[in-house]
């Protein structure tokens, strides 16, 4: 009798466990934008959604936790290290956040941000239109946040970097001329502008010139929870093969995309000399060829 007694807890034991397995959700904690008019998050989030409903059925349930407050960039790395109040993080891929989190190879703005626009002073528009090589941009005033990849990536090639203390200072500083230009990206920069049109009026969009900075936008996940790496990995991967990210894309940017007109403007190729080597810059699906799309 006692052996059956002792036999039935051991059995409800195991059910609770794996009851518990089966109905825990996995816990997201992702953090919000630089700023109350930084908009930049609703595509990644929306992302990030589908990539977790598309995997309900292999992983279970989940849910997602909000931390409302922005952080630079140095301080979100280290909560996603620890992995405490935030376990997963978007943001430009470098070396460092790829050695000290769990990177997800897979571009969530399929290279749209390799290519930057040039935010500018209305005065400068005419200088802007010669300008045609690296060198040329040297010689100027480039308006960046500290901790920024794009900070790290221009100033390993001896730009004359600026350093704005905020995010929305960086458009400030811009109508100061206290420098000459800010690289934004195509999905970015029409709405930061048009947002501070009345405040900043003298703000405005180099019209024939772009740069290209090898940078891809990747889901980092905390070490401490690698199997919500492995969940969102697999998400994304089925997102890329149905065509989800791209319809996204498209559909979040597809006016700003047309603007900003790729084929018809100069490139100058600023380069990435610090792209983690893992990047895979072959993988053609996951990659979009902007300067091809109208």
């Given at each position: 009798m006692l052996y059956f007694f002792r036999l039935k807890n051991l059995f409800y034991f195991f059910v609770c466990i794996v009851c518990f397995k089966l109905c825990a959700a996995d816990r997201i904690k992702v953090n919000t934008?630089?700023?109350?008019?930084?908009?930049?998050?609703?595509?990644?989030?929306?992302?990030?959604?589908?990539?977790?409903?598309?995997?309900?059925?292999?992983?279970?349930?989940?849910?997602?936790?909000?931390?409302?407050?922005?952080?630079?960039?140095?301080?979100?790395?280290?909560?996603?290290?620890?992995?405490?109040?935030?376990?997963?993080?978007?943001?430009?891929?470098?070396?460092?956040?790829?050695?000290?989190?769990?990177?997800?190879?897979?571009?969530?703005?399929?290279?749209?941000?390799?290519?930057?626009?040039?935010?500018?002073?209305?005065?400068?528009?005419?200088?802007?239109?010669?300008?045609?090589?690296?060198?040329?941009?040297?010689?100027l005033r480039v308006g960046l946040r500290r901790n920024w990849a794009t900070n790290e990536v221009m100033a390993a090639q001896d730009y004359n970097i600026v350093n704005a203390f905020s995010y929305d200072a960086i458009f400030n500083m811009l109508q100061l001329k206290r420098y000459d230009y800010v690289p934004r990206g195509i999905h970015e920069i029409y709405d930061e502008v048009l947002l501070r049109q009345h405040e900043l009026p003298d703000i405005t969009v180099a019209p024939n010139i772009a740069i290209y900075i090898p940078a891809p936008f990747y889901m980092f996940v905390s070490k401490k929870t690698p199997h919500l790496a492995e969940r969102l990995e697999t998400g994304l991967r089925k997102l890329v093969d149905n065509g989800f990210i791209e319809q996204q894309l498209h559909q979040y940017y597809g006016q700003h995309i047309k603007k900003a007109n790729l084929k018809n403007r100069r490139i100058i190729n600023v380069g990435n000399p610090l792209l983690p080597p893992e990047t895979p810059l072959e993988d053609k699906s996951l990659w979009t060829d902007w300067q091809q799309v109208n």
């Open positions: 934008g630089a700023s109350s008019r930084d908009i930049r998050a609703e595509y990644t989030f929306s992302i990030m959604y589908e990539a977790l409903d598309q995997t309900k059925m292999e992983f279970g349930d989940y849910e997602v936790q909000v931390i409302g407050y922005s952080l630079p960039n140095y301080r979100k790395l280290q909560q996603v290290e620890e992995g405490r109040n935030i376990n997963v993080a978007m943001a430009l891929t470098t070396q460092e956040w790829e050695r000290r989190t769990i990177p997800i190879r897979i571009p969530l703005r399929r290279g749209i941000l390799n290519y930057r626009l040039l935010l500018i002073h209305k005065d400068n528009l005419t200088k802007f239109s010669n300008i045609a090589s690296v060198e040329e941009l040297k010689k």
